[in-house]
């Protein structure tokens, strides 16, 4: 470093610029080299001639700066103290496209890390220059750009706001449809990060326009153009039923489904939790998702994905649609779903976040679940907390159904309720008794333990009259 230092005043041009690339290459590295370069006092010098000089040691030079800024907040602080962020803004407004591209850069990495950091570059006026880039013909510039927007926009709904006040909204989503996928993915993550601070935010990229155009997103080749499609769309319904409802009517859930069921791991995420927000609005949203054949698709990233957080994303969504109303339900229990959520509750492999996520929706599920086949497993397999939910529900359908009475002894059910243990007086315990209730009282001592002891009893004591 020290070696370096004198090389950026060198007389000969390519050795200032090959020197400044080297300092770059070094903090890039890692945290403690671009430490270095912060005390070895070399910012101010770099920051001096980023006004100075000429276009290939400006680019040389803002590359030092993205370098040493994007390792952490003290670093980025670092560069705005020494008065870079003024000229890097300077830079943005150069000829030359490549020192635009290298300006934004820096200037997306400081803003990355928070939102102070990213307040300094809006108040040093980057904004609408960052919004006249995106506009440029240049597919790098117009990606940098589009980066450098998202990281200003994602600390809060104020950052957000003043990335919307100068018109970034509507010239984001023209490029919706840009056959390039690194810009695509660019693009999208900005007006997610607009989208997910509030109604207001949220409307306001719905109105330019971009549904149904951000569905052929969903097919892209590209993973992270899906991903970054699915969050935006997430973004968008968590808001209010109104936003759920205009990307039902679009086909977003059915387009959402598919997406999920042609890739895997975290791309699928975002779109696994924005069917879980649109069905937790209302009933009849949930029955849109249900109508999409979202249900088997969760089952099958509830059974198959390795990772516990995408499980318990499932486990969720699953939770939200089944727990509206019977039909709801019954949509659920009919894949097959319950017995996995109980599988994961139990299992001490799984993370605290994916048992509570499991226990809670099969208790929102078991709540209004009226189908019978789906429940009966649950009466041999369910641990006592699960259990209650359970015999609950027998208790409440079976009063009303002849068949299922019947089926529910012939199946061993009647059987399997008389050998559970409740506490006097608990709910457990009324449950069980209405149940029985539904059935003449030597039935149910027929199926009581110890019954066939009993009768052995009455066999052993019982005198043949003689003859």
Known sequence: MS?????????????????????????????????????????????????????????????????????????????????????????????????????????????????????????????????????????????????????????????????????????????????????????????????????DLAEMVVEAEIFPVVLTCLKDKDDYVKKNASTLIREIAKHTPELSQLIVNTGGVAAVTDCIGSCKGNIRLPGIMMLGYVAAHSENLAMAVIVSKAVPQLSVCLSEEPEDHIKAAAAWALGQIGRHTPEHARAVAVTNTLPVLLSLYMSTESSEDLQTKSKKAIKSILQKCTYLPALEPFLYDAPPNILKHVVGQFSKVLPYDSKARRLFVTSGGLKKVQEIKAGPGSLLQEYINSINSCYPEEIVRYYSPGYSDALLQRVDSYQPLAN
């Open 3 to 199: 070696l370096l230092r004198p090389l950026l005043l060198d007389v000969v041009p390519t050795i200032q610029q090959t020197a400044a690339l080297a300092l770059g290459r070094l903090a890039n590295y890692n945290g403690d080299l671009a430490e270095a370069v912060v005390k070895g006092d070399i910012l101010p010098q770099l920051v001096y001639s980023l006004a100075e000089q000429n276009r290939f040691y400006k680019k040389a030079a803002a590359f030092v700066l993205r370098a040493v800024g994007k390792h952490s907040p003290q670093l980025a602080q670092a560069i705005v103290d020494c008065g870079a962020l003024d000229t890097l803004v300077i830079c943005l407004e150069d000829f030359d496209p490549g020192v635009k591209e290298a300006a934004a850069w820096a200037l997306g990495y400081i803003a990355r890390h928070n939102a102070e950091l990213s307040q300094a570059v809006v108040d040093a006026g980057a904004v609408p220059l960052l919004v006249l880039c995106i506009q440029e013909p240049e597919i790098a510039l117009k990606r940098i750009a589009a980066s450098a927007l998202s990281d200003i926009s994602k600390h809060s709904p104020e950052l957000a706001q003043t990335v919307v006040d100068v018109g970034a909204i509507a010239h984001l989503a023209q490029m919706i449809l840009n056959p390039d996928s690194k810009l695509k993915r660019q693009v999208l993550s900005a007006l997610s990060q607009i989208a997910k601070h509030s109604v």
